[in-house]
């Protein structure tokens, strides 16, 4: 057999203008990835109420995403309002059926809390929250290992804006913004008027110190079952 004869190569195509390459064809910018070093999340508890379609006006009109932590009862009563948190991309978490202290409850009456609550919100929009928050912030080791069994992180808070206490816009917004940094879990009620009176404030100002607020599932997109988030200082 015959050695195969050297094919002859072309000729190698005279370099381009780099100029003109790059006009040709401009090399697409990077697209940095998004580490969210400079979220915050802000969240509410307690609702949904009539307040609470309000708020949901205010969010969308700047462009927010958030976290709403939904008392069972509430959902059942109002689904519509937590479809519409899921159509608008917040996520939804689990605040318990009636809101008790879970550590003064049965073991069996904290799995009833959070299952009850579960199905409603399934019931609503057909997905299983990742998170619970504990009403009053209080829990134990058992509201730990039955968030974790349902396969829940816990979200806790680092910026605490007492809005329920002082029912005041502006000291509602000043506490939440002075207190915020990166990663911060700001704690809000949505069922009172002055609180979403304070939620433009709170946006731009949050904003103003170079913060994005964002949902819980944007901040911490891998939150582990039964790990506590955000310990209260
Ligand atoms: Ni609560």
Redesign the pocket.
């Known amino acids: 057999m015959q050695p195969a004869q050297p094919v002859e190569q072309p000729a190698p195509a005279p370099p381009a203008d780099p100029a003109a390459d790059r006009e040709a064809a401009p090399e697409p910018t990077p697209t940095p990835p998004d580490t969210c070093d400079n979220c915050v999340a802000l969240t509410f508890?307690?609702g949904p109420n009539e307040q609470t379609a309000r708020l949901l006006g205010i969010l969308a009109e700047n462009n927010v995403k958030a976290t709403f932590f939904v008392v069972g009862a509430l959902v059942d009563t109002n689904p519509n309002l937590v479809r519409q948190m899921r159509d608008a991309g917040h996520t939804v978490g689990n605040?318990t059926y009636s809101?008790p202290k879970l550590p003064m409850v049965s073991s069996a009456g904290i799995a009833y809390q959070l299952d009850t609550t579960n199905r409603a919100i399934e019931r609503a929009i057909g997905e299983t929250p990742r998170w619970m928050r504990p009403?009053?912030g209080e829990y134990d080791a058992r509201v730990v290992e039955t968030s974790k069994q349902r396969g829940m992180a816990i979200a806790m808070w680092d910026d605490d804006t007492l809005d329920w206490k002082h029912r005041n816009p502006e000291e509602t917004c000043r506490r939440a913004v002075d207190q915020a940094h990166p990663g911060a879990i700001i704690l809000m009620h949505d069922i009172h008027a002055p609180t979403v009176d304070a939620v433009p404030c709170v946006i731009d100002g949050l904003r103003a110190k170079g913060l994005r607020p964002v949902s819980l599932d944007k901040m911490i997109p891998d939150a582990e079952p039964g790990r506590v988030y955000a310990q209260r200082p």
Do not use: E, L, R
């Open positions: 508890d307690d605040h809101h009403p009053y």
